[in-house]
């Protein structure tokens, strides 16, 4: 929306006064408030009067900022300085600080996430007041903004401020919007992408949607629950399993959990601690994902059962057997080494 059109939707010259601007603003709004007007149109008017008023708005203080602004003209009032101006108009832009709690999961792989609430905010039709002055004479006090109180058993009147007029002598209005109550709550509905690689302590901005003819955003505080088997150190995902110690002894294949879900892993008896290349925390948010430590723990049976201890005993065999037909072996030179000692240091056979 450019200032023509701005001007265009209050219908109001370009010469139109702060005042005026505020005046066709607050009468425009609640015209077309929809909870006053059944039209269908009513809420998208509604959003392009704010829209239009908030617009001119801006411009105008950007005018009375610059330093370099023309004067003005002696017959026109300067414009006041921002502080100066009274009731301010309800704040354009909203925001609500909420915390989010995700899985470690989630983080590593972002998410979106519904969000709902209710927010309550200062009624903008009534500016907070819960009411509107009128022009006429409060009907109670009839415009004295005092009411004469009987005291003493009515042998003294004193006076007391009217409290339907708060003494200023002048009609209200209950405000209907708000039901006299000044604030309104709105309740929302957000979907919101939490990208992956966010971090504990994280702090997400929503842009603003308009509820209510108010542009509500949402400050999103990021917090990662502890995960049960997960860990998050120094930004490097890790992860401590126990295995069968034969299936690692035999080099088998494992299921190993990753944030993705299972994923299948080629165990090394030589090893205890394994990286799965790209399957970690990203290194930042929407960054490359570093990688996935994977310890395992190697776990036998401390009483093997019959069946296992027949297969060992075999396995043992089979593997002295092969120690003997292989010399070179580590177990075969060791073999020879002790024969050696043994025949020097035996007893008696010394000359
Ligand atoms: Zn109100
Ligand atoms: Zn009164």
Redesign the pocket.
Known sequence: MDKHEAYRELGLPHTATDEQLKAAWRRLVSRWHPDRNPSRDAAHRTQRINKAYHHLRNLRDEEADAPAAPPQPASKPAPKPRTEKAPPPPPPREVTVRQVSLSLEEATLGCVRTLRGRFTHACGTCQGQGHRVLASA????????T?PKPALFGWLWTQET??????????RERCAPCEGKGQRSISYRRHVRIPPGVRAGDELSVPGTLHDGIELGLELRLAIEPHPFFTLEDGQLRCEIPVCGYAWAANQWVEVPAPEGLQHMRLNRDALVYRLRGQGFPERPNGPRGDYIVKVVPSFPETPTAEQQALLDQLAAASARAAEAQPDSALGRWRRQLAGWQAKAAPGTKD
């Open positions: 409060c009907t109670r006090c009839q415009g004295k903004g009411l009217c409290p339907d007029c708060e003494g200023d002598g002048r009609q």
